[in-house]
């Protein structure tokens, strides 16, 4: 059985949630894919109503190529501009994280350390489905442990997981 | 509906505090209660471009 998927615009939402990376880099920077306005009303209605957000570690190692990434294709420009290349993109970083800092300041939520019980199921969950990536298993893994089924993803790799509620919009 | 809710809430909370007590969870109350900050756009919409067009 797929994945239950939700509309960003579905009510209620949910008070508990794992938020994969791929919905809160979204919901902080628009690149221009159409995901940005969506992404970030609904972290507006989680916020609003006091969800609690339940996120992996890895998302501030996974910032820095997701800024990389945006800025090589000039969806991230600093506000400060530098006088060369290298300061740029450094400002550009710098401001990034500033603004992911700001977002998660912003609700009720719990870090989640990588454990190695967790990296051995999201292993699991990778050779089972197949076509999961790591990253995305690990937020399967931390869904399956907390008991918590409701993921925000913008990754259409969770359209087809059992057992989640997934809030992508129905956008991927 | 309500009681199954609330008794699916405190499951979470207890293992939460179970993982927190052994450092696999940290966990943090929202420390700004501002909402999130609409970004503005840097390109112009579609419908903008139409708007501006009917205008003429």
Request: with cysteine.
């Amino acid at each position: 059985m797929p994945a239950n998927r939700h509309l960003f615009s579905s009510t209620p939402v949910p008070p508990y949630i794992v938020t994969d990376s791929s919905f809160i880099f979204h919901a902080l920077i628009d690149d221009g894919r159409g995901f940005h306005i969506p992404a970030r009303d609904f972290a507006e209605a989680l916020r609003s109503a006091n969800s609690t957000l339940l996120y992996s570690s890895l998302i501030f190692l996974e910032a820095p190529q997701c800024w990389r990434r945006l800025h090589n294709s000039g969806a991230l420009v600093p506000m400060q501009r530098g006088m060369d290349p290298l300061t740029d993109r450094i400002n550009a970083f710098s401001e990034a994280d500033a603004k992911l800092i700001g977002f998660l300041a912003r609700f009720r939520k719990y870090e989640v350390r990588i454990t190695k019980a967790l990296m051995r199921a999201a292993n699991h969950l990778v050779a089972h489905y197949g076509f999961l990536s790591s990253h995305d298993a690990l937020a399967v893994a931390v869904s399956d442990d907390l008991g918590v089924a409701d993921i925000a993803a913008l990754d259409r790799d969770f359209k087809n997981v059992n057992g989640i509620e997934l809030w992508d919009g129905l956008l991927t | 509906m309500e009681i199954e809710k609330r008794s699916r809430h405190s499951q979470i909370e207890a293992r939460l505090k179970e993982l927190a007590s052994k450092g696999e969870v940290s966990f943090q109350d929202r420390t700004s209660s501002d909402r999130l900050p609409e970004i503005k756009l840097k390109r112009k919409s579609r419908l903008d471009r139409v708007v501006k067009v009917a205008k003429r």
